[in-house]
């Protein structure tokens, strides 16, 4: 086989520009992300309405927060094997199809039992989607542009979630709570016939199953001209040595497993914050002495800050990826603790929530990026599930710790300053990743000229 007859798939897409295709590709999987972040945050913002309406505590309450939670994590570490498997599309439709239809099942719940049930079934899907979204995305992108756009796709995910806070405070006056659910059920059908009809699967995955050449060049195709003398497509990657074949024993061989275990464990810390925050400031505040509606709508500016995980994406891309989400999560701890000593000031408690919210969903919503990056083709989906699974038990512990909290009736500060800790012992991982597996300067800037040099190629080339 000549080099003439060869194509390497990623070469291919570090040398022609960002085409319209592989928009559609960020676009779909963007939706997903907006509509998987809805569904998992609208059960937060719907708690106070059933409380009322039910006539039920708020202990009573745990159960029902922590069952998409569950779902999650077990939709999450059972996705990204099947997506190694059998491919991102397939398991990413299926997914969406499953939310979809248990969220709309979910608002005709007529006890805390059944809405319990069904909302673990919406977690198995919401969980099986972000990885394969991720991982899809991430496979379509240029190297030099990689974590952008990444993080801009997953940033769907708390755009979403403060979207369903503004729509709750604004649809439950007017319909009730279960018109929010509704809604959260129908959008992703619409998703799920754009997805059958446009998306396509991952031209890197078809490379590593060694798919036919006929079917990687028709993909390819849509993004730029294939040279027609080429009947083969290869894929290399900077792989760590190991003797492992599948998924799990790649990302827990030798190689990989301080560097897994790290994100899992950043992950995990920074999902206790964000569950913790998400499920329950709107009843803190509520507590706190603000109105509920008044109390809805500053919880949902929490979510809202995660577009600023772009700005991360862009940083990763030129510098040291572990130090700059290390950083979020350390300024994330100091300004959680500012929300503990606001609550009497509006203004200022507004402020903060939307700054803490920025820089936690910035280095959360990060993450993702970071860890598909660090693994090879042949394990990726299973390497960014499992980090999206394991953590999702964070939001489990940040859920349970602030209902022990508030039994143990700690004060508004003090429960924000034990939330805040969280943060930096992600901080403290990430650093020690960085330490066992570094990422250096000279790596760095190497990978990225050799992507900007395929651009200018490109360029040059009139592509």
Known sequence: MSNADSLNVQTFLNGNRFSGYQWIVFGLCFSIMLLDGFD??????????????????????????SAALFGFATGALLAGPLGDRFGRKIVLIGSVLLFA???????FANSLDMLTAIRFL??????????????????????????????AMFSGFPLGAACGGFLAAWMIPLWGWRSVLLLGGASPLVLVGLAVLFLPESARYMVAKAMPAEMIRAVLARIAPVEPGVTHFVLTEQVARTAAKTGFGIIFSRSYIIGTVMMWLAYFMGLVIFYALMNWMPLLLNDA??????????????????????????????????????????????AICAIGQAVAHLGVLMLLVLVAGTLMNTAQVSMPALAAG?????????????????????????????????????????????????????????????????ETSVEHLAAMREAHLHAQEAELGGH
């Open 40 to 65: 998992t945050a609208v059960i937060g913002y719907i708690a106070p309405s059933l409380l009322k309406e039910w006539g039920i505590g708020k202990p009573a309450l745990g159960a029902v927060l």
């Open 101 to 107: 239809i248990a969220c709309l099942g979910s608002s």
């Open 122 to 151: 919406t977690g198995v899907g919401l969980g099986a989607a972000g990885p394969n979204a991720i991982t899809l995305t991430s496979e379509y992108c240029p190297d030099r542009r990689r974590a952008l756009l990444t993080n």
């Open 289 to 334: 002495g603000l109105e509920p509606k008044n109390a809805t709508l500053v919880s949902a500016l929490f979510p809202l800050g995660g577009v600023g995980a772009i700005f991360f994406g862009w940083l990763m891309d030129r510098t040291n990826a572990n130090r700059v989400i290390a950083i979020g999560y350390v300024l994330t701890a100091l």
């Open 374 to 438: 660090f693994y090879p083709t042949r394990c990726r989906a299973t390497g960014v599930a499992w980090m999206l699974g394991i953590g999702r038990f964070g939001g489990i512990a940040g859920s349970i710790l602030v209902a022990e909290l508030a039994r143990r009736e700690l004060g508004f500060g003090t429960i924000f300053m034990v939330i805040a800790v969280p943060g930096l012992i992600a901080a403290a991982s990430l650093m020690i990743k960085q330490f066992a597996h570094p």
